[in-house]
């Protein structure tokens, strides 16, 4: 009795022990901290931020994607204003697959075969379901036999068990069920297979934070992840009137794509593109460690050592501490805090208007109803809209109107040959006098209350232009087929023998522009620009881009308009003087254009080559002699060989060779005088061509 006693009494104490613990440790409380301000990137990234009120110790949970953790860990930023602290920021873990697995008994990794399996359970108790015979034993391990078939052998798995004191094989094609009679293995291959079905688990992962301090307070949390692309569609609205004044609408298409509703949410939209990366920090990352074989001693045996010289140690006066050691340094911990902008109060719809009123189909007023919900700043290099209270739920989209102004549009008519040959096209300058950027999207372009097209524009930063086009323009035509190419020398010198030739290249385009229109009309000519040629006519283009010229010409109305375009090009030559002929150089010594003292430059070296020439034919001609007559001999000779011996024609063909030796002796000594007379005007020309430069 005593001792229930006592029992009931020391049960009660420690109950008291543990209640007064629970009433020392501080209650953590689960704290709701909602999105209150999204910030949407053009390159893709998108900032969040959540803030909620927590009292005393207290976490609040977020629950994020797994390729979203990566984000998480590179970005996120806290701030407890209460003078509170962030304690800790917790989340599961992921441990490479292969790692997981190998840790386990039985190796999946590889994918294995049930008889590789089977060989990684050797030792193992198993039953064996074969045909109609079961075999209960211990697993010695697997193989791969032969087996005879029809046509030839195959290879085939068998299983070794050792049944009592028989080992018996059984061929892994006549097994219908192996049970594993060890339950830890059973559970080691069961955690395996469920490691490996968590690895394809691409839901939510919850990221759990805690924050610690005393009252009510409010806490920020921020972070950037993935995000599709806001985008902008536009409305150019053209006045049926040139007099009044055209306007643009911008919508911001917005995709909520995040498993959390925004609800009075400050939404930015920022045009810019600041740069982002993934880097791979929830994988845990494991380095490769060199393994140490442990060094035996067992059979070392005793040494001698030689006697060697006496060194100072470099380390000897080295102080304490100097060396390999590093000093640690306090590390200091900066608050995160980050910025907020006003909430921008949502625009007040207009009254609506009297139901009486008759809407006639076809005349709606476009811009009646829609007013901008944005404000605009220039924050540095990037430009911000900001939207106040937006609701939108998760997996949702919305259009957000965020330029509703008045801008500056010009109607003109756009020429290139490469678009369309005949026609130009409708389009329109637009200026962007809206002191907003302008991101790049379509354009849906009304003309007084009518479709007249659809357009592309580029990122229009506040006072630049841009071209738009929106439709073929059927009420003028263009002929471009008319041009022409001249050249002409304009200029040479002769430097160290070689002429240098500065020739000019013109080029004319004419463009026949006709006006069907009523009135007047305004034309944009792309004319394509080539490097290295100079614009003459006109003399300034409207503007230049980096293939093409844009001119801007006016075309009557009911009438025809002449536009031409003029390009030269200078072209450097370099021609080799002492290789010219004689005719070439002609050319070349009566170019007006080429200055006197070239020119007579060119003149005597035309002379000198024609020097060189004429000494040539000299020796061609004395050579096609010496030709012709040694063909002569060779029929002589011919003739001699058929003459009666001590005839006169026979004394008369010898006489006639003995004459043609003679003659030959004399041209051998002539064409040798003309060769040298060559060699001699050939060096005097190339003498005077070696130090020319004249110009």
């Known amino acids: 009795m005593k001792s229930i006693l006592r029992a009931a009494l020391l049960s009660l104490a420690v109950a008291g022990v543990g209640y007064s613990q629970a009433q020392e440790k501080p209650a953590v409380r689960q704290a709701d901290v909602p999105v209150k301000g999204v910030v949407l990137y053009s390159s893709g990234v998108g900032y969040f931020e959540h803030i909620g009120q927590v009292q005393g110790n207290a976490t609040t949970e977020l629950r994020f994607k797994t390729n979203q953790i990566n984000d998480i860990l590179k970005s996120l930023v806290l701030q407890d204003t209460g003078g509170g602290r962030v304690s800790t920021v917790v989340y599961p873990s992921q441990e490479p697959l292969a790692r997981t697995l190998r840790s386990f008994q039985v190796d999946i990794t590889s994918n294995p075969s049930v008889a590789e399996l089977l060989n990684q359970l050797r030792g193992a108790r198993v039953r064996i379901a074969a045909g109609t015979d079961t075999i209960a034993g211990t697993i010695l391990g697997a193989e791969k036999k032969p087996k005879a078939v029809e046509k030839g052998s195959i290879e085939i798995w068998q299983i070794n068990i050792l049944a009592g004191a028989v080992i018996r094989s059984v061929e892994m094609d006549q097994v219908t069920r192996i049970e594993l009679e060890d339950q830890q ?12 079905a968590q690895a394809r688990d691409q839901d939510k992962k919850p990221v759990t934070i805690e924050f610690l301090g005393r009252g009510e307070r409010f806490v920020r949390i921020g972070y950037v992840v993935e995000t599709p692309v806001w985008k902008t569609s536009y409305r150019l609205l053209l006045p049926a009137d040139p007099k009044d004044k055209a306007g643009l609408q911008g919508w911001a298409i917005v995709e909520n794509q995040t498993d959390n509703d925004w609800k009075d949410v400050q939404l930015s939209l920022v045009s810019g593109r600041p740069i982002s990366f993934i880097q791979e920090l929830y994988q845990p990352l494991y380095v490769p460690r060199p393994v140490v074989q442990p060094e035996l001693y067992a059979s070392l045996r005793p040494q001698t050592y030689d006697a060697g010289m006496q060194q100072m140690d470099a380390l000897a006066d080295r102080a304490p501490g100097e060396g390999g050691g590093m000093a640690g340094r306090p590390v200091r911990r900066a608050e995160a805090a980050s910025s907020r902008a006003p909430m921008a109060a949502a625009a007040t719809p207009a009254p609506a208007e009297s139901m009486a009123k008759q809407l006639s189909l076809g005349a709606i007023d476009a811009s009646a109803s829609v007013a901008s919900v944005a404000s605009a700043q220039k924050i540095g290099e990037l430009f911000q809209y900001t939207v106040g209270n937006v609701t939108l739920p998760r997996q949702r989209s919305a259009m957000i109107p965020i330029i509703t102004d008045p801008i500056e549009v010009e109607k003109l008519s756009i020429y290139n040959a490469s678009v369309l040959q005949k026609n130009p096209l409708n389009g329109a300058r637009v200026k962007n006098t809206t002191d907003k950027h302008l991101l790049q999207g379509p354009i849906t372009v009304l003309e007084g209350s009518s479709y007249a097209g659809d357009a592309r524009i580029d990122n229009l930063p506040p006072g630049q232009e841009r071209l738009v086009s929106y439709g073929i323009d059927l009420q003028m035509l263009v002929n471009s087929t008319k041009n022409k190419q001249e050249s002409s020398i304009q200029t040479g010198k002769i430097v160290k023998g070689v002429l240098h030739i500065s020739r000019k290249h013109v080029f004319t385009q004419e463009y026949l522009a006709e006006n069907k229109d009523g009135k007047d009309r305004v034309l944009i000519i792309e004319h394509p620009f080539r ?54 150089l002609e050319t070349y010594f009566k170019a007006a254009e080429i200055p006197q003292d070239v020119r007579d430059a060119l003149s005597r070296a035309a002379a000198m080559k024609q020097a060189v020439v004429d000494a040539q034919r000299q020796v061609d001609q004395t050579k096609a002699q010496i030709a012709q007559i040694g063909q002569e001999q060779a029929r002589i000779r011919e003739n001699v060989k058929v003459a009666p011996d001590r005839t006169e024609y026979r004394n008369r063909l010898l006489s006639k060779l003995n004459e043609q030796e003679s003659q030959i002796d004399g041209l051998y000594q002539q064409m040798q005088k003309a060769q040298e007379e060559v060699e001699t005007r050939r060096k005097a020309f190339e003498d005077y061509l070696g130090g020319l430069t004249v110009g």
């Open 185 to 196: 293995l059973q559970e080691e291959l069961n955690k395996a297979l469920l490691a490996l």
């Open 531 to 584: 490097q290295g040629w100079k614009l003459i006519e006109p003399e300034k283009p409207m503007e230049t881009t980096e293939t093409l010229y844009r001119f801007r010409t006016g075309v009557p109305a009911g009438k025809q308009s002449v536009f031409a375009v003029r390009e030269q090009h200078v072209q450097e030559e370099k021609i080799a003087i002492l290789p010219m002929d004689v005719t070439a």
